[in-house]
């Protein structure tokens, strides 16, 4: 698996991933949809947030993105493809990001989990610290969570 930058022509391509991601816990076409504006990436959002592709072959399998400034930035997004996702893309690509932001001199980083996705994240060491609200859906809360550079 290489990782590497994303290039800004893959943003669509990236984008319909992140969808087909969050596909994988079962929400339905309704869910989705009111998720499609959220999860959009532009080709100016892969350099601003310093987007990194997993790739397989010919074929991207994942991406992150991690935006911000030291002392502290946000993982923005972290998406996997579905038939990738428990084959070790996630933690490879999760030790490409805290890699990442110990070179840019963060001492933190925080994220919005799925809720589905929380545990994963606290596997990786990100600790909830409260809730935001959901920028896609109404009435619904996302777990924050940090995770703290060592």
Known sequence: MLLRAARPG????????????????????????????????????LTAQRATAAQVGDRVVGFYTLAGQAPGGELTCLFVEPDHIGTG?????????????????????????????????????????????????PGRVLPRMVYRLR
């Not at 969808?19 to 990436?41: I, M, N, P, Q, V």
């Not at 001199?105 to 609200?133: H, S």
């Open 89 to 137: 893309v996630g933690r490879r690509l999760w030790q490409h990001a805290v890699d990442t932001a110990r070179a840019l001199n963060f001492q933190r980083f925080t994220l919005d989990a799925d809720p589905f996705a929380e545990d994963f994240y606290r596997k990786m060491g990100a600790v909830r610290i409260g809730f935001e609200p959901s920028g896609s859906i």
């Open 10 to 45: 893959e943003a669509a391509a990236l984008s319909a991933l992140a969808l087909r991601s969050k596909a994988h816990w079962g929400y339905d076409a309704a869910f989705l949809e009111a998720c499609r504006a959220e999860l959009t990436l532009r080709p100016d959002d």
